[in-house]
């Protein structure tokens, strides 16, 4: 695979907000498997995350599935842990050797219309070329062009931008995304800004993968999730999951995935109010957004609990679009 991604990583200590501990820094890859993927740690002082860094050569995550940025290796709130690594094969371009939370752009912008061969983009990884036949699954494709990378680490907060151009497809886009420890909150964000920059305006699905570990506790009974609306389940695969009218529950430890679609959502983003809570260790996240759900599926294999809501993304040129994702973490019965 050859990559012309271009790298730059601004790494700028600024002052923390009141009661934060320490500022953001450098610390060394939390997975033996990848000792020298570039990594950061960055704390509030009521939460600390590590994040991975995208990079062509030593990143983490190297396939072309998932947005390279904002994955997260260990964040810690109130004595509890969400997010880790829950697959037990690494190779930095299996599709998906990659920590929560993650989002995937569903629709190569472009792929339709390309031959064999010729190029197309994907959000967050950049300038493909189109396989002679398409795999079934989730192929690592060769990346043409990976774009150029800016990433800034503060004390509390990432920012990521990419910015790709593929003049033969007629698609580009600067793709901006701000990963945030909110001051003096057990709460994180993600803000993402998209515009396009080619000749094409950008549509395309999204959808936030999650891979939570909570705890770095299985997929057992102990783990629930809930969501403000009736539930109505379809093509489920698997039959571990219990479906109630507002709640998915274990029946079992997982041990293979499971998978189905849901829907009984609004158009209201009052709908995406997502909740995953352990009941045995206390651990519990909201996830909400300002933007409303236009599909969602439930993922789940042995290690790791995947509610995935989707939204509808469209920027044209001249008129980016900005959304917002905010995860709150608490311990239950506090």
Same mark, same amino acid.
């Given at each position: 695979?050859? %990559? *012309?991604?271009?790298?730059?990583?601004?790494?700028?200590? $600024?002052?923390?907000?009141?009661?934060?501990?320490?500022? *953001?820094?450098?610390?060394?890859?939390?997975?033996?498997?990848?000792?020298?993927?570039?990594?950061?740690?960055?704390?509030?002082? !009521?939460?600390?995350?590590?994040?991975?860094?995208?990079?062509?050569?030593?990143?983490?995550?190297?396939?072309?599935?998932?947005?390279?940025?904002?994955?997260?290796?260990? $964040?810690?709130?109130?004595?509890?842990?969400?997010?880790?690594?829950?697959?037990?094969?690494?190779?930095?371009?299996?599709?998906? *050797?990659?920590?929560?939370?993650?989002?995937?752009?569903?629709?190569?912008?472009?792929?339709?219309?390309?031959?064999?061969?010729?190029?197309?983009?994907?959000? +967050?990884?950049?300038? $493909?070329?189109?396989?002679?036949?398409?795999?079934?699954?989730?192929?690592?494709?060769?990346?043409?062009?990976?774009?150029?990378?800016?990433?800034?680490?503060?004390?509390?907060?990432?920012?990521? !931008?990419?910015? !790709?151009?593929?003049?033969?497809?007629?698609?580009?886009?600067?793709?901006?995304?701000?990963?945030?420890?909110?001051? +003096?909150?057990?709460?994180?964000?993600?803000?993402?800004?998209?515009?396009?920059?080619?000749?094409?305006?950008?549509?395309?699905?999204?959808?936030?993968?999650?891979?939570?570990? $909570?705890?770095?506790?299985?997929?057992?009974?102990?783990?629930?999730?809930?969501?403000?609306?009736?539930?109505?389940?379809?093509? !489920?695969?698997?039959?571990?999951?219990?479906?109630?009218?507002?709640?998915?529950?274990?029946?079992?430890?997982?041990?293979?995935?499971?998978?189905?679609?849901?829907? +009984?959502?609004?158009? %209201?983003?009052?709908?995406?109010?997502?909740?995953?809570?352990?009941?045995?260790?206390?651990?519990?996240?909201?996830?909400?957004?300002?933007?409303?759900?236009?599909?969602?599926?439930?993922?789940?294999?042995?290690?790791?609990?995947?509610?995935?809501?989707?939204?509808?993304?469209?920027?044209?040129? +001249?008129?980016?679009?900005?959304?917002?994702?905010?995860?709150?973490?608490?311990?239950?019965?506090?």
């Amino acid at each position: 695979m050859r %990559s *012309a991604t271009r790298f730059v990583l601004l790494t700028v200590v $600024l002052g923390l907000s009141a009661g934060s501990r320490a500022a *953001a820094q450098k610390v060394a890859s939390p997975d033996s498997d990848a000792p020298n993927a570039p990594a950061v740690k960055i704390t509030n002082g !009521v939460a600390t995350a590590i994040l991975y860094l995208p990079d062509p050569e030593q990143g983490y995550y190297r396939a072309t599935r998932f947005d390279w940025s904002g994955q997260i290796a260990d $964040l810690q709130a109130g004595g509890h842990s969400y997010f880790g690594r829950w697959n037990p094969k690494y190779d930095p371009k299996l599709h998906d *050797a990659i920590m929560g939370p993650v989002q995937d752009f569903v629709t190569g912008q472009g792929m339709e219309a390309a031959k064999p061969g010729e190029t197309f983009i994907k959000i +967050g990884v950049g300038v $493909l070329r189109k396989p002679a036949e398409q795999a079934r699954g989730f192929a690592t494709l060769e990346i043409v062009d990976g774009g150029k990378w800016s990433t800034q680490v503060r004390a509390d907060a990432v920012d990521f !931008v990419h910015e !790709v151009n593929d003049p033969k497809s007629g698609y580009g886009y600067r793709y901006t995304k701000t990963v945030a420890l909110t001051p +003096g909150k057990p709460q994180l964000t993600l803000t993402h800004r998209l515009e396009s920059t080619g000749a094409n305006p950008i549509d395309t699905q999204m959808y936030n993968h999650n891979f939570f570990v $909570l705890d770095g506790q299985p997929s057992v009974p102990d783990v629930e999730v809930r969501v403000p609306f009736k539930l109505e389940a379809f093509n !489920v695969r698997g039959d571990a999951i219990e479906i109630g009218s507002d709640r998915l529950n274990y029946r079992k430890p997982i041990e293979q995935a499971n998978r189905m679609q849901l829907k +009984g959502f609004s158009t %209201s983003p009052s709908d995406y109010d997502i909740r995953v809570e352990n009941k045995k260790t206390g651990a519990g996240v909201r996830i909400t957004s300002d933007r409303p759900m236009s599909d969602m599926v439930f993922w789940t294999s042995p290690k790791t609990t995947c509610p995935e809501a989707y939204i509808h993304v469209r920027a044209e040129k +001249g008129r980016p679009m900005e959304w917002k994702t905010t995860y709150d973490f608490y311990s239950l019965g506090k």
